[in-house]
């Protein structure tokens, strides 16, 4: 007979299999809807990473605000918003800036864009004496800019209920992040704490687009 934790180790391995799996699927499908021209507007991929963001996603509840980047399908997939919804919005041409009020979730193109909007909603958090947290994604060439320290720095010293992920996929835009910006090591890295968990990964598409030249 299998022992109680076992089975529940094998079930909780079962469904970590499949969010990756359904992850994986659904901006392989993003990628072929571009390629053959049907997405009239930049789309930025995931791809490498799904193991760690699922892991993050686990800390975060339905009530919990999350706050990304240009690059955001996976966060809206894992906070519960039907793949449907996301697949209209991306096809509208806003892949970059996906907006879900009603899931709490949040994008901005802006680098740094959403940085400053998450520390004012954890402040208000705070002071309401809410109980729900704010999270808030960036990649590792964000994360070296001063909103980002500033931001990090603030949340900090007046413990703000807010977590910083910062996802290192060596690119900024078409540079390599620790050439742009003649660091060996960037600030973050390998940071795991109260307020920031960083974690790196490989890339398989390019910073935007799915790898093939589209013309409209």
Known sequence: MTAPKKRGAKKRKRSHS????????????????????KIKAPIHLY????????????KIKT???????????????LKGVPEKEIKEEILSGRSISL????????SSALVGGSLPIAVGLAL???????????????GEMTS???????CIKYSRNFKLPIHFVIEDNEKSVCTDTRKAWNQKK??????SDEYVTYYHYK???????AGKRVQF
């Open 203 to 209: 890339l398989k598409y390019p910073h935007a687009g």
């Open 99 to 106: 907006c879900f009020p009603k899931y709490n979730i949040y």
């Open 186 to 191: 960037l600030t973050y890295e390998g940071y």
């Open 63 to 77: 009530e919990d605000w999350v706050f990304c980047s240009w690059r955001s399908h996976y966060q809206c997939l």
């Open 47 to 58: 791809h490498g990473n799904e193991d760690q963001i699922i892991n993050v996603f686990k």
């Open 144 to 150: 070296e800019t001063g909103i980002a320290h500033e």
């Open 124 to 138: 208000s958090i705070k002071r309401n004496n809410a109980k729900n947290r704010v999270y808030c994604f960036m």
């Open 18 to 37: 499949k969010n990756v799996e359904k992850l994986i699927k659904f901006e392989e499908e993003i990628a072929e809807l571009f390629n053959s021209g």
